[in-house]
């Protein structure tokens, strides 16, 4: 591993995102939270900090390049030059086919698939350079279908094809990329969808857990830890792969 150790992790002002930068930043790297909402940012950057860490809030749209390129450009200024990306900014927009709009569709498919597409492009060539990379992509249980979900569905079957191919280009210059298929985790987007079905996001995780095998619903910090291996030395054999983490067998 490259003696400059810098991260970045998109959506990461709360959620899985948050969570990845807390455990990344205790796994020695600097971390970059990169978030929409720049200011969203800061409270995980007072926490890494606090834990005597390293770390900078970027805001971005990962959907726009100039936006992307400014926010990588300012990683590698400010905190070096990247190795570990973790594509997780996502947002969701729920309806059943019939009711789905165009723009549902193209957010949901730009924020996820674009998105990750514009970040890992800016990025890989630190990792050619440093001829060390690692970049794990966010997909979902929803990948293998989801009632309401055609986008979302879509966008993270695409991620998963996204990854697999990363790895057969990438893997000659050192770079790993790997996706992890959460199933449900406690989250605000999680409990946004407890809201719109009408229910109270306790009774939506009692509900829940009643389908998940090892009987508790999944927390940020159960992705965290998954995006700690994929990003560590000892999964330097490991490219290409989808890992659910789902509480059970899900793929």
């Known amino acids: 591993m490259p003696d ?47 834990n005597g860490g390293r770390a900078l809030a970027v805001g971005v749209d990962v959907a726009d390049q100039a936006s992307v390129e400014a926010a990588v450009q300012r990683v590698v200024d400010e905190l070096g030059p990247p190795i570990v990306l973790v594509n997780n900014a996502g947002v969701i927009r729920d309806n059943l086919l019939f009711k789905m709009s165009v723009d549902d569709w193209d957010t949901v498919l730009d924020v996820h698939l674009r998105g990750s597409f514009l970040m890992t492009k800016a990025v890989q060539p630190h990792m050619v350079e440093a001829k060390w990379g690692r970049v794990v992509n966010l997909s979902s249980t929803s990948a293998l279908g989801n009632r309401g979900q055609a986008n979302y569905s879509a966008a993270k079957a695409g991620m998963q094809g996204f990854t697999k191919t990363l790895a057969i280009e990438l893997g000659k210059f050192g770079i790993t990329a790997n996706a992890i298929a959460p199933g449900f985790i406690a989250t605000d987007m999680t409990a946004a969808t407890a809201e719109r079905i009408g229910i109270s996001f306790d009774d939506f995780k009692t509900a829940m857990t009643k389908e998940i095998p090892v009987g508790r619903v999944g927390e940020p910090e159960d992705i965290a830890n998954t995006v700690s291996f994929f990003v560590s030395e000892a999964a330097s054999f490991v490219s290409g792969q989808v890992l659910y983490v789902a509480g059970g067998p899900k793929a």
């Open 4 to 50: 400059t150790r810098t991260a970045i992790v998109t959506g990461a002002a709360r959620g899985i995102g948050a969570a990845t930068a807390r455990r990344l930043a205790a796994d020695g790297f600097a971390v970059a939270v990169l978030d929409l909402d720049e200011e969203a940012g800061k409270a995980a950057v007072d926490t890494i900090e606090g």
